[in-house]
């Protein structure tokens, strides 16, 4: 009998070691699977007064050919190359945006300064001055047509957002339920393989939308986490995330858990397609629409502040009725109260500073491609704190009580009002729009006449001069100029070395030192050295030799039609350095705060496309290393396939031979 039984056992191991091999060739191409092989071992051995006689041989359990080290090293190979994936997806459409030489802001931007060199040319002519507004309407529906483009990109990555949450929700109720399966089945004793294969696959194509960590519980169950350990799956229930409007910002859409007001930094969840669309919004499409709105609102401010010094063709100068002041539109920051906010104080106020002045006469302003956050950190107390977001520098503080609370920093002023709960906030958004919302004025559409090509005022050496001093043409240098009426004259006094004709006590800027007018209304005027003066707000030189009582006029510039001093310095700021001003100078120009701007997302999407092919790289070889252990080589199934059959085979000779004693015992009986 115990013949019998060793043959059938041994039967049965070769049939279960088949059924295993044709089951691993079968699944050579199902995604997730990992190779299956029998452990095999002896029965329990049978004593007699002979001594131990083997009883066959038994299937202890069908393994699974895995290695969690591996399988891990592939899920995090897997999820960088999926975010870089994302990342390099969307930030390629910026850089071809941008870098487009005939979409670009740069030849329109170039346009528009040469329209104001024409005008400069010949102020007068009309079609000049309309040429002018052309070339800066075309100018301004670049800026927009570009934010445009980077809007409806906000709007993609949203919709690519909304979306993987939803297959991340997916994939976190189809795991909790293969959950409930192998609980079931791992309770007999034996792992349900081909589900356990089907729940690795699924954490596997999880991690491609966002990184995920894992460990298997005592129960077999299978415990999902993200970010730095928020629970996804934990044994068979999920905790869904949804996407909704951020507290600090309702036009964007952020992640939490469903039924938690909690929201998950965008750093948070990294890896993955949802990491990379993530980053790529907060690394590069942010910083798209913050630079081009900084390019678009330093150019609106520094050409207002200059059109706002000069004169137009009609006469009429700033704090004249019907003088236009801004050549450009352009709407105030943007500031968002966070809708989690409990205090009762509000933001009064948020504006663009005047452009200033730097030494070389040009305007320019301190504005940053950046966001700021406004936080106030004690309760009633009203203290604050305003970060730059792009560097985390703190760039003002101060305490918001009463009706009002001003302060400045990178060229922005706000204004605060008290009554704030300590932990209550505000974003602040100064160029993000600013490109959409940059416009010519409509008041210098209809009436090109109204671009303030001259000075308002001018100067002249008297006719009765007898020495060789030169007076320059003169410029305003301030918003407070005041025209002279009746005209400034100035005389050189030879015997007391000054230049009289200044107000008795006031001030005179001389070669920008300042300098108190004496008794007589004079200031030292060395004969010879090119001289700078500054005075109501006009700065002029003189220059040479003046004799004795040369006098020099300083008036009202009526009926300067010809003149085009004005839009000269207009014109000068293609090539000044108005932005990214440092709070004493400008840093950069229209043309090379855009430049940096393309250049900085080429050199973010070549660094995301060469890192995403070392990525490729090293996923490969993680999936080679794994598939080493846990994949199905055919060559080695087939040798299986012959061990088993002629085991097989074996075994059943040996019940052939048993089935023959059988026989002859029967027949020796009979």
Known sequence: MSLLGTGVTALNTAQLGLATTMHNISNVNTPGYTRQSTMQATNNAMMTGAGSIGMGVHVQTVLRNYDDILNKQVNDAQTKTSELSAYYSMISRIDNLLAD????????????????????????????RQAMTSSAQALVT????????????????????????????AYSSQIANLNEK???????????????????????????????????????????????????????????LEVRPSSADPERLIIGQRNSVSEFPE?????????????????ALDQAANSLGQVAASLALTVNAQQALGQDLL???????????DFFRLGAPKSIPNALNAGTGSINSFTFDAPKMSDSGNFYTDLRNSDYEVRFTSAGGGAFTITRLSDKAVVASGTAIGASTVVSFDGLTLDLSGGHAAGDTYLLEPTREAARNIKVNQEVVADVRRIAAAMPIRTRAE?????????????????????PSPALTFNYDEAA??????????????????????GAGGIAYTRGDATTIIVNGFSFNLTGFPNDNDAFTLEANEGGTADSRNMVKIGALQTALTTNGDGTKGVATFQVAYAQ????????????????????????????????VAGVNLDEEAANLLKYQQAYQAAARVMNTVSTLFDTLLSIGA
């Open 267 to 283: 750093s948070y969840l990294d890896g993955g397609s949802l990491g990379g669309l993530l980053a790529f919004r907060r690394e």
């Open 101 to 128: 030489p005939n979409s670009g802001i740069s030849p329109v931007l170039a346009s528009f300064f040469q329209a104001t060199q024409d005008v400069a040319a010949n102020p007068s002519l009309i079609s000049a």
């Open 182 to 240: 192998i609980i079931a089945l791992s309770a007999v004793g034996h792992p349900p393989n081909d589900l356990l294969d089907a729940r690795e696959q699924l954490v596997f194509e999880l991690n491609q939308l966002v990184r995920v960590s894992s460990y298997v519980d005592s129960d077999n169950s299978l415990n999902v986490f993200i970010g730095n350990g928020q629970p996804l799956v934990v044994n068979i229930m999920t905790m869904p």
């Open 142 to 169: 670049r800026f927009q047509t570009l934010e445009n483009r980077l809007g409806q990109l906000y709007d993609e990555t949203n919709t690519q957002i909304s979306t993987t949450v939803n297959e991340i929700n």
């Open 463 to 483: 006719p009765t001069n007898t020495g060789h001093a030169v007076i320059s043409a003169g410029e305003v240098v301030g918003a407070g100029y005041t025209i």
């Open 315 to 325: 006469g009429t100068v700033h704090g004249d009725a019907g003088f236009v002041d």
């Open 597 to 628: 701007l393309v250049s900085d997302i080429g050199t973010k999407t070549k660094t995301v496309l060469s890192n995403g092919t070392a990525q490729d790289t090293v996923l490969q070889q993680a999936l080679e290393s794994r598939s080493t």
């Open 497 to 518: 070395g000054e230049l009289r004709g200044f107000t008795a006590g006031s001030t005179v800027n001389v070669n920008g030192i300042d300098v108190t007018v004496n």
